[in-house]
């Protein structure tokens, strides 16, 4: 559980960073934020799947271009779903998903697969060994 709240505070710091960077994405207070992350998360767990299976043949004829649509389209979902998050266009759209999934990706460094975030440290081989 700490691993999916760890995980869903790193995806509103990213959906903060996109109302910062793009003008087309607003939201209403804070908590608009931490819940757009929670139903993300939760949209990507369930869709998501789905509508990667049903587009597969357009995926590899694009050589995986179109998952940024499918990532685009979940955020329009959830934008949908939830009133104090608003998304103008599309191209703002895929422009989140974007900086969604690099903040993300930055962050799944520092965080395992446990949902901890790890220490890494490094030693130094004596010569002599």
Same mark, same amino acid.
């Given at each position: 559980m700490t691993? #999916? =709240?760890l995980r869903a505070a790193v995806v509103a710091f990213g959906l903060w960073l996109a109302t910062q960077l793009f003008d087309g994405i607003t939201?209403?207070?804070?908590i608009t934020l931490v819940a757009a992350a929670l139903l993300l998360g939760l949209v990507n767990a369930v869709v998501r799947p789905l509508l =990667?299976? &049903?587009?597969l043949p357009i995926t590899v004829l694009t050589l995986g271009? #179109?998952?940024l649509v499918v990532n685009a389209a979940?955020?329009?979902l959830v934008a949908l779903i939830l009133d104090g998050l608003h998304i103008a266009s599309f191209w703002t759209a895929v422009g989140t998903s974007l900086i &969604? *999934?690099?903040t993300s990706w930055v962050a799944s460094g520092a965080i395992g697969n446990s949902g901890r975030i790890e &220490?890494? *440290? *490094?030693?130094r081989r004596n010569r002599n060994d």
């Open positions: 691993g #999916f =709240l939201y209403d207070t804070p =990667l299976i &049903v587009t271009l #179109f998952i979940m955020l329009g &969604v *999934s690099l &220490v890494y *440290s *490094s030693r």
